[in-house]
C-alpha cells in the first residue's frame, strides 16, 4: 500500500526564514508557491500602470500604491505579493515596516502563461475570502484589462477593456487609463504604437 507524505503547512514565521535568491515565494494555503522572476514585458506592464496609479493616488492623497516585492500577509498561511496593490488613507493601519497586514482595498496581478492559473483561481479564492474588494487581472497577451468588485463574499466582473480602450474601474472610476499606455514599451526593445 503506497503511503503519502504528509502535507506540510507552513506560516508566515517558516516564510521568514527562506533565502533570497531572486524566486519569488509565496504562501498559498500554507503551500509554498515559487515562480521565477518575471518576464520584461511583464515588468514593463506592471512599471506603467504603477506610475499611472502612483501618480494618481499621490496627487489626490488618496493612499499608498506599492510594487512587488511586498508581501501582503491575509492570515499566518497566506502571504502573497502582487505585482501592485493599493491601501486607502483611511486605512494605512495595514501597513506596517516589514508587510501590509490585512485586505489591501485593491490588488492587480499582470498575467502571465507561468501564473495565470494561479491568478485566476487560486488567488482569486483567496483574495475574496479574506475581503480585498477590488481585483484587478491585467492580461498582456491578450492586451485585456478586467475589473473585479467583491459582492457577498465573491467577485463580480465589473469591467472589462481590450486593446487601445481607456480603462476606467472601481476604486479609481474618475481614473480613465489608456490601455496603449499600459502596453507601450511591452514588445521587447520596441515601443509599440497605439
Known sequence: MATHPERV???YADYLEL???????????GELDVTPAPSTIHQTVVKNLLVILDLYVRRGRLGTVF????DVVLNDN?????????VSRE???????ACVRGAPDLIVEVLSPRTERT?????????????????????PDRREATA???EAGGYRQAVVAQGGETFAAPPFADLAIPLADVWAG?????????
Open 119 to 139: 491568478d485566476r483561481e487560486i488567488k482569486w479564492q483567496i483574495y475574496a475570502r479574506y475581503g480585498v474588494a477590488h481585483y484587478w487581472l491585467i492580461d
Open 148 to 150: 473585479l468588485v467583491l
Open 19 to 29: 533565502h533570497d535568491d531572486r524566486m519569488r515565494y509565496q504562501l498559498l494555503e
Open 91 to 97: 486605512r494605512a493601519a495595514i501597513i506596517e515596516r
Open 9 to 11: 503547512v507552513l506560516t
Open 186 to 194: 511591452d514588445g521587447a526593445g520596441e515601443v509599440v504604437e497605439a
Open 67 to 70: 510594487v512587488a516585492p511586498c
Open 78 to 86: 497566506n502571504v502573497v505579493q502582487p505585482d501592485l496593490l493599493f
